[in-house]
């Protein structure tokens, strides 16, 4: 009787810790797996930080332009909600694939964007009665595609064409007279050969391509390049200087 006691108690002792070692196992393995599924979430995916309260002007203009301000690629105002609204929860918005859309920066006035082969770019400017000018530049292979708008209140106000704000810059290189027939120069003038650039604050530098030089176009171009600063009360860039800007030609 006493050996089928003990041989009881035995049976019972190694049952009891064979099902605690099994009831310690299985939660080690799920706390392993769960690590690893939030490891590789976190490698796939790029966080890109925004300040909310201190971009909001910007991303609510954002959220404002129609889509066809993005003419070489599509910014649904679906997906720019998406965006918008995990920057204001967050103060970033996770990227999973930047090699499409690429932020290169982000202020409070400016933000530019790599779209894979090309380049999209906003910039806006305050006026005096607290509405902004908006500039957007779509630039791709063949040039460069420009919208402007102005702001106000959540309403957004479309211009023509850039003759609005840079008082037809085209018209302005030009001599008024001239030693020798301009016209085929002139002409050539309509080509997209004109870079324009918006980083230096409430100014935009817009210049010629490589071949417009002083040498060969002097009798006919007070310059190949003219740098315009904003005028908050007119609500537009006026003329700072044209100027003849050194080119190497290819």
Same mark, same amino acid.
């Given at each position: &009787?006493?050996?089928?006691?003990?041989?009881?108690? !035995?049976?019972?002792?190694?049952?009891? *810790?064979?099902?605690?070692?099994?009831?310690?196992? *299985?939660?080690?393995?799920?706390?392993?797996?769960?690590? /690893?599924?939030?490891?590789?979430?976190?490698?796939? +995916?790029?966080?890109?930080?925004?300040?909310?309260?201190?971009?909001?002007? /910007?991303?609510?203009?954002? /959220?404002? /332009?129609?889509?066809?301000?993005?003419?070489?690629?599509?910014?649904?105002?679906?997906?720019?909600?998406?965006?918008?609204?995990?920057?204001?929860?967050?103060?970033?918005?996770?990227?999973?694939?930047?090699?499409?859309?690429?932020?290169?920066?982000?202020?409070?006035?400016? +933000? =530019?964007?790599?779209?894979?082969?090309?380049?999209?770019?906003?910039?806006?400017?305050? !006026?005096?009665?607290?509405?902004?000018?908006?500039? @957007?530049?779509?630039?791709? =292979?063949? =040039?460069?595609?420009?919208?402007?708008?102005? +702001?106000?209140?959540?309403?957004?106000?479309?211009?023509?064409?850039?003759? @609005?704000?840079?008082?037809?810059?085209?018209?302005?290189?030009? *001599?008024?007279?001239?030693?020798?027939?301009? %016209?085929?120069?002139? %002409?050539? &003038?309509?080509?997209?050969?004109?870079?324009?650039?918006? @980083?230096?604050?409430?100014?935009? %530098?817009?210049?010629?391509?490589?071949?417009?030089?002083?040498?060969?176009?002097?009798?006919?171009?007070? =310059?190949?390049?003219?740098?315009?600063?904003? $005028?908050?009360?007119?609500?537009?860039?006026?003329?700072?200087?044209?100027?003849?800007?050194?080119? $190497?030609?290819?």
């Amino acid at each position: &009787m006493k050996q089928l006691l003990v041989i009881l108690l !035995t049976f019972t002792i190694i049952s009891c *810790k064979n099902k605690t070692q099994n009831t310690i196992s *299985k939660p080690s393995e799920t706390v392993k797996f769960t690590n /690893l599924k939030n490891s590789q979430k976190s490698n796939s +995916a790029h966080k890109v930080t925004i300040d909310f309260k201190k971009n909001k002007d /910007l991303l609510d203009i954002i /959220l404002l /332009l129609p889509d066809s301000t993005f003419s070489s690629w599509e910014w649904k105002l679906e997906d720019r909600t998406k965006w918008y609204n995990e920057i204001k929860d967050h103060n970033y918005y996770i990227d999973n694939d930047p090699n499409f859309f690429n932020q290169k920066y982000f202020e409070p006035h400016k +933000a =530019g964007f790599s779209i894979v082969d090309g380049f999209w770019s906003i910039n806006i400017y305050k !006026t005096s009665e607290n509405s902004y000018i908006v500039i @957007t530049d779509d630039i791709v =292979g063949d =040039g460069n595609s420009l919208n402007f708008y102005e +702001a106000y209140s959540n309403i957004l106000k479309q211009y023509l064409d850039e003759k @609005t704000i840079f008082s037809d810059f085209k018209e302005q290189l030009k *001599k008024k007279e001239n030693t020798e027939n301009c %016209e085929d120069k002139f %002409e050539e &003038m309509n080509d997209p050969i004109f870079e324009f650039d918006f @980083t230096t604050s409430n100014k935009v %530098e817009i210049e010629s391509s490589w071949y417009l030089t002083k040498e060969n176009y002097e009798n006919c171009l007070t =310059g190949n390049a003219i740098t315009y600063h904003f $005028n908050p009360k007119t609500k537009k860039f006026e003329v700072e200087k044209i100027y003849w800007k050194p080119k $190497n030609e290819n």
